[in-house]
């Protein structure tokens, strides 16, 4: 039975996936290349901020120092995220329906800083009472491996069996795949045609129904 709720943040939480377009468009931009995203925004989803730079790196064939490429992205990132960061709609009237009857967490690839940036905007740690893990807590080990989804169920006591991850990726959806969880995914950021592998694939929260899965 289905005790525990894991959403990932990005594209689920919080409304985050269009400003990450917005931010390569900008980083790209500056060094003469143009964002493709129907060929990058696959590759990249999922990772953390160090995997997804090193990815554009090798698809644009560039050679730039890592750590200048990371201050770069984070400060356009948070500059964005400073007048557009929001939750993503319909997620706050979910989970105040579910948050009394299930066990809820984050399980996110979000780089720490930019997650704290986050946090101070709109208080994730608070809502989730702390429960917010990250792939930094598991040595960066990103989707489509499990190991998020899994430290965050011993994190939060519970049988992974006993779990539904809530997702807007393919890589996330076969993270929780392999972490022996049921898996909703959100149209928010793929089309439903490419979350297909997913228990549950719905376009809103308002679409989502957990007796179904």
């Known amino acids: 039975m289905i005790n525990t709720i894991i959403f990932d943040a990005e594209g689920v939480v919080v409304d985050s996936e269009v400003i990450w377009d917005k931010e390569q468009k900008i980083f790209l931009n ?16 999922g990772q953390s901020l160090r995997e997804s730079t090193a990815t ?32 993503i709609n319909g997620f706050k009237d979910f989970f105040e329906q579910i948050s009394d009857s299930y066990s809820v967490c984050i399980a996110t690839s979000l780089d720490r800083g930019i997650l ?21 807590d598991v040595n960066y080990i990103s989707k489509p491996k499990p190991d998020i989804f ?4 011993k994190k939060m006591k519970v049988n992974p069996l006993n779990c ?15 972490a022996c969880m049921k898996c909703i995914a959100l149209s ?7 979350l297909t592998s997913a228990n549950l694939v719905v376009s809103s929260y308002k679409k989502i129904n957990l007796g179904s899965i």
Do not use: W
């Open 116 to 136: 704290t940036f986050i946090d101070r905007k709109l208080e994730l740690f608070e809502l989730f009472n702390g429960n917010v893990f990250s792939i930094s």
């Open 164 to 178: 539904v991850v809530i997702e807007d990726s393919p890589h996330g959806i076969e993270a929780a795949r392999q």
């Open 150 to 153: 899994l430290y965050s169920a």
């Open 188 to 194: 928010t950021t793929y089309e439903a045609e490419k």
């Open 56 to 87: 554009i790196q090798k698809f644009y064939g560039f050679n730039e120092s890592m750590d200048n490429m990371l201050v770069e992205r984070k400060t356009i990132m948070c500059e964005l995220l400073e007048s557009q960061i929001t939750f």
């Open 30 to 45: 500056r060094r003469g290349y143009i964002y493709d995203r129907d060929k990058i925004k696959h590759l990249v989803t």
